[in-house]
């Protein structure tokens, strides 16, 4: 049986630094994929014909627009796995019985 009440060695947590470049390199690398997919198939002026036709934008502007949005999306999943992979060690501590 497990003993929770002693804390186990646990590795010191990394750099704040390191800890953001590890969700958004690999989801910028991801977004960069994803948004050559995308628009091999997608006008962006036929998009924002058929979604907002009043707003006036330019193709690069919709290619910044679709890159940045689905940054968002895999950095947002990369977060998401960054945090269920954190070590349990850290957050499981016993209660204090004071």
Known sequence: MTDFTEP????????LAQRIG???WPSFFAACVATMVFFAFVD????????FPELP???????SIGFFMFWLATASSSLFTWILLRPPSRFNRALPLD
């Open 57 to 63: 934008m330019t193709r690069a502007m919709g290619y």
């Open 22 to 24: 590890a969700i958004l």
């Open 44 to 51: 962006p002026l036929m998009l924002r014909d058929q979604t």
């Open 8 to 15: 186990t060695f646990d590795h010191p947590p990394r750099p």
